[in-house]
């Protein structure tokens, strides 16, 4: 049990496009998921919070506009990276609490972005 | 604010010989404390995790840590490493408020050699 899901696991995009990531719970309903990026080598850094209904909570220096998350329902979370550019390419990690414990953090397989 | 401090950035054992991974962490209020594991393109994978209760917890793959309060610490142990336990290792911290947000450790890559 407990699993999470991300699609795609990897997408390569031009420049100036637009690219959705999926995350999904699979067996479970997140009341809360989290999205990360991670660089190469380096720890993940927490870029928001997301609650079902509710609007996304950004951490400090990222951009809402550009990083756009959706929680529609409590067993999926989108995350929109607009108007790409390379320096945005990186890989893309969510995670998702569950309604009935709160202590554990259950994480997608991640997606690799490429921007061109 | 809360923080995770992983003070090795490569650990390296060689095969059948005891492992362990440090972490220290600072918090205000009680500490979750959780050790996961990554492998290459993959996302993080759950080792195991102290909430509450024996500060000795067992986890997966044989994998245990001790919960030191005194000390701040919760350093991952094996005691007798495989070349397939090669990876990247994340300690984190949370606590009931900050809104459950996780803090991670820089991570530790561990080497084990046959």
């Known amino acids: 049990g407990a699993v999470v899901s991300q699609h795609p696991s990897w997408v390569i995009c031009k420049s100036g496009t637009s690219v959705k990531i999926e995350c999904r719970s699979l067996?479970?309903?997140?009341?809360?998921m989290f999205w990360y990026r991670q660089f190469p080598k380096q720890s993940l850094m927490l870029m928001a919070t997301s609650n079902e209904g509710s609007k996304a909570t950004y951490e400090q220096g990222v951009e809402k506009d550009k990083f756009l998350i959706n929680h529609a329902s409590l067993t999926l979370s989108t995350l929109t990276v607009t108007s790409a550019h390379p320096e945005d390419s990186s890989f893309y990690i969510c995670?998702?609490?569950?309604?009935?414990?709160?202590?554990?953090?259950?994480f997608g397989p991640g997606t690799r972005l490429t921007v061109t | 604010a809360q923080s995770v401090a992983q003070p090795e950035d490569q650990v390296n054992v060689a095969e059948g010989n005891p492992l362990t991974v440090k972490c220290t962490y600072s918090?205000?209020?009680?500490?979750?404390l959780f050790w996961y594991v990554q492998y290459p393109n993959r996302g993080l994978q759950f080792l195991l995790k102290?909430?509450?209760?024996?500060?000795l917890v067992k986890g997966s793959y044989g994998f245990e840590a001790e919960f030191n309060k005194s000390q701040t610490s919760f350093h991952l142990k094996k005691p007798s490493a495989l070349v397939s336990d090669s990876a990247l290792y994340f300690c984190a911290v949370r606590t009931n408020t900050n809104a459950g947000k996780s803090t991670f450790g820089d991570g530790t890559t561990l080497t084990v050699k046959p």
């Open positions: 067996d479970f309903q997140a009341t809360t």
């Open positions: 102290y909430i509450t209760g024996d500060n």
């Open positions: 918090v205000s209020g009680n500490p979750y």
């Open positions: 995670s998702a609490v569950g309604e009935k414990s709160s202590y554990e953090q259950y």
